[in-house]
């Protein structure tokens, strides 16, 4: 099939899909859509990209490849075939430890004694089982409006409704939550990425996050901690586990930022019950490599994750102040300030879906991030920073603007 | 909490759930079971293990644990950083190109022109996908009986029910399956594991094949083949994917025999449609390492499969002669006769689950399999060869004799 064709029908399955949106298939809502950000990859496979605004990869430059080298051979030395055999459910427990003892005060976030770690294949797998565990049909799954896309994929695909409380500068508007809780509304467990929100970069003030904790003990509710870019951001606030009186948190943890994200190691922190329900359901799929554990529990002990997440939060801040630079100059106005983290968004006069092929044909990549908004979506794009060197930043936004004003 | 207390806790959990079986939990069959194998596994942790008759590892001797460390430092000099980005939804085309390339012929498995393979994170995995799409709530799947409780797991999970189908020496037994839909069943699918069955170690004749083929065809029925000891048998028959002119046979392969389960790399080839759903609700997971796709990409360009195949077949052979002496020797009449793969099954007179224990006191881990029969269970044990050493496996059955006999 040519390109050209192969364009077409990925541009007019994708408005299919908006126009179908959820169609329900049986009792699951078996919605089989693109995530808007594998539709770009897909449709960019083997054309030359100089901006690449799309990934959610972190920046080359810092993925300590050398050091995985060194331990990936002296997890061979050390464990041998031991190293190649099944995983358990849960994970290793070598893992398991390392992350308590080496990981979670780093990026401060705090273990109860009533509550577990337990290993997932990256926070998407983990987000995957929680789905699988909590949703069911009919549920209300509260999320930021715009949320991230491929992390409430999974949520809408068992069964759950999304309802949107909006985000600004501060993070989520509570206020507007507590009162949509007051008129009756329940559900089944708030989803949100409060520490540099993809997509808008922002990040939940302290106050909002007490008054979000007092919300959720207040209407007895779940909330979902996704939090991918603690570890790589500067100073970042208290977790909301760590200011969780009540275990009512629920942690998604991610190695993939600040280590690599092509290793699939995440770990979720819940209480006993729900974590022998993850470790049941990942007997349905096994898919975190031993190996791969061994590897980075040993990337644990040998202590490199102070140095890396310094690196890590200045190389990123230095990135996003030349982003923020570009932003003023081509878009005042017109988009979200990032505080940290890979993402921001741009709001655009037209349907940045019919965009994506001619920023193509300048060889950059954008994720058009409409369908990013449960309610009242918005033209928008998004801007991601992880991939792209910081070189490039500044005339990307440069030809980005071009591209959108024709 | 003491071990004793942990023992006793699973064992009442055990009890607890073969009382409840399957509560149905809003729409989901939300099961929550700890898998035989898994449960054996959990409180035999950190006690000495002399004869291990319960893992579905392949033998420490044969995985290629030398091979994978030269590979993985070549990965890193050829890939550097792209080895540690994100995996795409349906894999690695590197991998894709790789298995059809070096792959497929060798273990007679054709790829139609309206076929494709997609990556998964183990067979597994794929399982859980395919259950994902194809499992609708109140479907009737059919299985071998006994089957594989792992496999069969998600199917449950996702709202089927299992049919079971009896198994003899020649496999499934197809006329009685053919009585069955003639009388009106609607199955969704079948799932069958035809060559070196686990938990029977039987394998299904070309007859029963054909027979099975035609009347897929006759009744519209998809066949799900999972296939993972075919490479580490010896002549095995001719895969059902390679019988099939409609394409109704779903084969689902696994790596994990052959080269090492803890790289968690699987294989499903389907028609393009489906082919597209499974990659679709990868989006879910991305559980499939970017670096462990390449490795094992690499793995298959160095043509080292042949040899692998040649050398696993006949120690697996080895092995099951020894084990096939034993169960003559001990369990006379009482077993069922493996032609290939890891398994077989030993029929005893006391419910196996409450000798678990009482083994891992002698050093001895089996599988309870009473389970695996969705229909008419019989107290039985699955007997795994993979992981045990042929010089323990005499022994080790004459020890399950005494456990039993007492």
Chains 1, 2 share one sequence.
């Not at 100089?50 to 464990?79: H, M, T």
């Amino acid at each position: 099939m040519s390109l050209d064709i192969f364009i077409i029908l990925c541009y007019m399955s994708s408005i299919l899909n908006n126009v179908l949106k959820t169609y329900s298939w049986g009792y699951l809502m078996k919605i089989f859509e693109w995530s808007p950000i594998e539709y770009v990859s897909m449709i960019s496979r083997d054309r030359e990209v100089e901006y690449n605004f799309a990934s959610g990869s972190p920046d080359p430059s810092l993925i300590p490849v050398k050091e995985f080298e060194k331990i990936f051979q002296e997890v061979i030395e050390e464990y041998g075939y031991r190293a190649f055999l099944y995983p358990g459910a849960g994970g290793s427990s070598e893992l398991v430890r390392n992350i308590d003892k080496y990981y979670l005060d780093k990026i401060g976030v705090s273990l109860r004694s009533d509550e577990e770690i337990v290993i997932v294949s990256g926070a998407q797998h983990g987000i995957k089982i929680l789905s699988q565990i909590l949703v069911e049909k009919g549920d209300i799954v509260i999320v930021e409006n715009p949320t991230f896309w491929e992390g409430v994929y999974p949520i809408r695909f068992h069964g759950a409704s999304l309802r949107g409380v909006s985000i600004d500068e501060e993070g989520l508007d509570t206020y507007y939550l507590e009162k949509i809780l007051r008129e009756g509304l329940k559900p089944r467990f708030i989803y949100l990425n409060p520490t540099c929100h993809n997509p808008t970069g922002y990040v939940m003030s302290i106050d909002r996050r007490r008054h979000l904790l007092e919300i959720a003990e207040r209407y007895d509710l779940f909330v979902v901690e996704d939090d991918p870019y603690r570890p790589v951001s500067k100073d970042p606030p208290p977790s909301l586990k760590s200011m969780d009186r009540s275990g009512r948190v629920i942690y998604i943890g991610s190695m993939s930022k600040i280590f690599a994200p092509g290793l699939r190691i995440g770990f979720v922190i819940t209480n006993k019950d729900l974590a022998e329900k993850i470790k049941i359901l990942e007997q349905h799929d096994f898919s975190t490599s031993t190996f791969l554990q061994l590897a980075m529990s040993k990337a644990l002990e040998k202590n490199i994750t102070e140095a890396l997440m310094k690196r890590c939060s200045e190389h990123y801040d230095m990135k996003r102040k030349i982003l923020l630079e570009a932003l003023e100059r081509y878009f005042p106005g017109r988009y979200t300030r990032p505080v940290c983290g890979f993402f921001n968004l741009i709001y655009v006069d037209k349907d940045p879906e019919r965009y994506v092929e001619k920023a193509i044909e300048r060889r950059l990549l954008y994720v058009p991030a409409t369908r990013f908004f449960v309610e009242n979506p918005v033209y928008s794009i998004r801007i991601g920073i992880g991939l792209i060197s910081s070189e490039k930043i500044f005339d990307g936004i440069k030809v980005l603007r071009e591209i959108f004003e024709e």
